[in-house]
């Protein structure tokens, strides 16, 4: 069964403090990984996309990183700012033609002041 | 605004009545997702159209679940002899083609009492 597990679950740091998220797979065959983030109420919003062959991405503060051997990918945020302050999902999409999308729960990250 | 609109945003129903949300994709996007969101969970597939043709349903789309797609523009979600149990935020995506980034609507978050 294809799963995405996400870690921590729900994460608190400071303001300007850096911290990474983790993603783990399941999916096979593979065919791309996403970040999404997700504000309070509203839909998610793409914030990166890894093909097998990319290693590392980045979008401003953010910073994606994949490896296809272990099935893990990261997300780096440098610098947090307030508005940082939401859940962030791991999405896996399924290769072979079958383009099934398989959602983690996500982590839920909270930046104090 | 060129993204997409889900309408209502929010619904509040008595257990028993029919509720039905309205999805507006990206205009030129031929695929059209729907999703169920409960809280501190990920997205869960429900339903996916390619233009008017619906090509997938989830085991979670009991027979009490129609979605429409007639144009292949816009798209209808219904939901006859609402349960508490359908309590969720329902999310409407869109992709110009199956593997793309899809691009999430603001949601309808329904209630029922």
């Known amino acids: 069964k294809n799963q995405v597990e996400q870690s921590p679950q729900s994460l608190i740091i400071l303001e300007g403090k850096n911290c990474t998220l983790q993603c783990n797979y399941t999916v096979s065959p593979f065919s791309n990984l996403r970040w999404y983030k997700q504000d309070t109420g509203r839909g998610p919003v793409s914030l990166t996309i890894m093909t097998f062959s990319e290693n590392t991405k980045s979008n401003g503060r953010y910073t994606a990183t994949l490896d296809a051997d272990t099935k893990q990918s990261s997300l780096h945020i440098t610098a947090s700012q307030l508005s940082d302050s939401a859940s962030y999902i791991c999405?896996?999409?399924?290769?072979?033609?079958?383009?099934?999308?398989?959602f983690g729960k996500g982590t839920h990250l909270i930046i104090q002041p | 605004d060129t993204g997409v609109s889900q309408n209502p945003r929010h619904k509040i129903t008595k257990r028993g009545q029919n509720v039905t949300f309205r999805c507006d994709p990206i205009s030129e996007h031929n695929r059209l997702y729907w999703y169920r969101q409960t809280l501190g969970q990920g997205p869960e597939f429900l339903t996916y159209?390619?233009?008017?043709?619906?090509?997938?349903k989830s085991r979670l789309l009991s027979d009490r679940f129609s979605a429409e797609r007639p144009k292949g523009s816009f798209s209808t979600l219904e939901i006859q002899r609402t349960e508490q149990g359908d309590s969720a935020m329902y999310l409407c995506a869109s992709s110009l083609w199956g593997g793309e980034t899809q691009y999430f609507g603001p949601g309808t978050r329904l209630l029922v009492l």
């Open positions: 999405v896996v999409t399924e290769g072979g033609g079958a383009d099934g999308l398989t």
């Open positions: 159209f390619q233009n008017e043709a619906q090509l997938e």
